[in-house]
């Protein structure tokens, strides 16, 4: 079983960039770079660790304090987008996740459980993808 955790990219923080273009101009650069692609990524998506076994392919985020029927889930042509949005008095919280579906899943058997907080989406390969033994003749 192969586990992969998506690792964001860091900021530029403490480059080598900051110390060519000084403090100064580093903030400028910096907020023209947050403007032009948005802010760091880690703030605003929720991780998933991905994994696969014989049958299936997994993605499973974390998601504390998210109930089940706040929880949308979309497939869309290959793509599957993770979503909720959730208000409590003066707060708000809300997350949106997209993932590309591995080629030779059985799009028809997606499906997903959200249990103590864990949000686990079970996606069966097809059978064609499926390891099999071949005897020699």
């Not at 992969?4 to 101009?25: C, K, M, T, V």
């Not at 947050?34 to 660790?49: I, K, M, R, Y």
């Not at 599957?80 to 959730?86: A, N, Y």
């Amino acid at each position: 079983m192969k586990l992969i955790r998506y690792e964001y990219p860091q900021s530029l923080g403490n480059s080598a960039l900051d110390s060519f273009l000084g403090s100064s101009a580093q903030a400028r650069f910096g907020a023209l770079f947050e403007d032009f692609f948005g802010a760091a990524p880690a703030a605003s998506q929720t991780a998933a660790d991905l994994y696969e076994d014989e049958h299936n392919y997994y993605a499973r985020l974390e998601l504390p304090g998210v109930k089940k029927a706040d929880i949308d889930l979309e497939l869309e042509n290959a793509v599957l987008t993770m979503s909720s949005s959730q208000a409590d008095g003066a707060q708000q919280c809300a997350f949106q996740r997209s993932l590309s579906i591995p080629d030779g899943v059985a799009l028809e058997k997606v499906n997903a459980r959200h249990e103590d907080g864990i949000l686990t989406v079970t996606m069966p390969k097809e059978e064609a993808r499926k390891p099999r033994q071949i005897k020699v003749k």
